[in-house]
Antibody
Framework: QVHLVQSGAEVKKPGASVKISCKAS????????IHWVRQAPGQGLEWMGW????????KSSPKFQARITITRDTSASTAYMELSSLRSEDTGVYYC??????????WGPGTQVTVSS | QSALTQPASVSGSPGQSITISCTGS?????????VSWYQQFPDKTPQLLIY???KRPSGVSNRFSGSKSGKTASLTISGLQAADEADYFC??????????FGTGTKVTVL
């Protein structure tokens, strides 16, 4: 079965970092780009960045460029997204998703991140 | 990189057709035929509905159709059903190898 499994919910204090994992199964991990998308409570989807699992190349939205690190472990078919210097506005659900062509055809279940003092 | 503009809400009666617009720029929608639409039910994961402007993934009803003119893409839902009540987001590939999402539209079936 093809799916993406994400790590569990996180609660962080302002200024801390969070690292979320996204494990792919049922397809060849290195063959498809992985994207990260955020959704604040009651808000829309926000594109954060992508990863090419084959060579580790990444690109991120200018909004997150200074705070985001996207990596992968090909032996574990897992992508990671780390966001630093967290603030309350970073509270939300973080999704990883697989890119096919130019669209996201497979989404992880989401990881809830809560930033609170 | 600004979000694509969608109406906050669209409503219609069962059986009617509704259209959701998604307006961007020549750096995204106007420059590429890589517009996607996603359907999201409350507290659920987004699901791909339309890709490459007009194409439907296997399993998606042909009541959903997409189009584009200039900087504006559109999603039309024909034969509106109660089960179509959800949030809908457009997305486009953008210059520089980035992507951008729309602001989202809540569809209500009256």
């Amino acid at each position: 079965q093809v799916h993406l499994v994400q790590s569990g919910a996180e609660v962080k204090k302002p200024g801390a970092s969070v690292k979320i994992s996204c494990k792919a199964s049922g397809y060849t991990f290195i063959n498809r780009h992985i994207h990260w998308v955020r959704q604040a409570p009651g808000q829309g989807l926000e594109w954060m960045g992508w990863l090419i699992p084959g060579d580790g190349k990444t690109k991120s939205s200018p909004k997150f460029q200074a705070r985001i690190t996207i990596t992968r472990d090909t032996s574990a078919s897992t992508a990671y997204m780390e966001l630093s210097s967290l603030r309350s506005e970073d509270t939300g659900v973080y999704y990883c998703a697989r890119l096919t062509g130019y669209s996201l055809d497979l989404w992880g279940p989401g990881t809830q991140v809560t930033v609170s003092s | 990189q600004s979000a694509l503009t969608q109406p906050a809400s669209v409503s219609g009666s069962p059986g009617q057709s509704i259209t959701i617009s998604c307006t961007g720029s020549y750096s995204d929608i106007g420059g590429y035929d890589y517009v996607s639409w996603y359907q999201q039910f409350p507290d659920k994961t987004p699901q791909l509905l339309i890709y490459d402007v007009t194409k439907r993934p296997s399993g998606v009803s042909n009541r959903f159709s997409g189009s584009k003119s200039g900087k504006t893409a559109s999603l039309t839902i024909s034969g509106l059903q109660a089960a179509d009540e959800a949030d809908y987001f457009c997305s486009s590939y953008s210059s520089g190898g980035t992507w951008v999402f729309g602001t989202g539209t809540k569809v209500t079936v009256l």
